[in-house]
């Protein structure tokens, strides 16, 4: 049996980028995106932090870069803004050039795009809640999208990721999207309920991921999963989900357990255990592409990294002793 293959994803961008910049990140309309223009070099330094942490996947910190938020505030022409999004492609691969030389690895990291969902750009939790999922169609939100996916393409990343998407009808215009760039791989990643089935707009998680991967192009949609949910219920989403035949493989990064809202910011709820502590039962649920999100930093991708190799060492030895 060849071993199974898990790719460790970084952890959140605004929480390492803290470290270099102070916390005057959470509450940016263009949260980390407006880094970019303000201080490239430590958009570079967190990225180098995630891939000395053992990030095989780092995303570009392109989440909340739109052009209609780059003109509001930052002022910036469309042409502007699609450069700063090359530009964030370009910082990652630099990272990854310093890494490399580094470590004199022969396994280059890849560079995933990050595409937050429309509504990260309204900056009103909308991506949390999914309100929006009945004032906006399909074709509006393709068109929303294109623009930075297509940079993102264009500017070389390895793979895409569509993360925290709060409604069905967003990822059917993603996938609808894809299917124009049919040699991108990407994986797509819910905003999810905490009532272990339900994405935010109240669709069935497993009948929308599952519709997501089987309409896209064969192999296109790498895995299917959830970001930015408490550790604590991740695995009620996926129990089963794998049991049947054919494998579905999923991408996981959930946030540290803490919750965020626009008016209190982030608040800690009771003692959520931590994160590295259920990466074995997600492994084992189907989970391929694991990482972290929100509030978790590189030393969480460190443990993450530990944990992960030892379910793999794990199976190894099993597949062998049987
Ligand atoms: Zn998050």
Redesign the pocket.
Known sequence: MSAIKISIIDG?FSTQLSTHVGDKIDGDPLWTARFLATHPEAVMATHLDFLRAGAEIILTNTYQASIEGYAEHLDMTESESLHLIHKAVDLADEAVRIYMKETRSEERPLIAGSCGPYGASLHDGSEYTGSYAGSVTRGFLKEWHRPRIEALINSGVDILALE?IPCATEAEALVELLKEYPSTKAWITFSCRTDGRSIVDGSDFRRTALASYKSAIPGQIVAVGI??IAPSIAASFFEGINDGEGFLPLVLYP?SGETYTVAEGWRKLGCEPQLENFIHQWLDLGVRYVGG??RTGAKDVSKIKKEVEKWVGKKKRDSECC
């Open positions: 959140g925290t970001n930015c946030n999100c929100c």
